[in-house]
């Protein structure tokens, strides 16, 4: 019987590693999540509550992306960096507009 062996690394690298994406997903795709509806019901048309609601039902296709690509993307440092910079262009997005308009 040939069966192909995969070289694999210790066990507790791996759960270290699906352990780290659980965080990102569970963790920083809420906090992603979080600040995409505020920047959507910041800068979409309409009214207040229409953009909110949008935004509020846009939040669930994007939490669900996140956690997708967190446990999708091969390489942990660029889950995490992807992440941060995605987490940080959206905040600061969100403070400028904040700070033209000041209604949320």
Known sequence: MAAAKRKEGPTWLRRLD????????????YVFASLATAVLAKLLPGGPIEATIAAT?????????????CFAEPKSWRLWAGLAGGCAALGGVLWIALILEPRL
């Open 18 to 29: 699906v352990a780290g994406r659980a965080v990102a997903a569970i963790g920083v795709g």
């Open 57 to 69: 039902t846009l939040s669930f296709a994007i939490y669900v992306t996140v956690v997708v690509w």
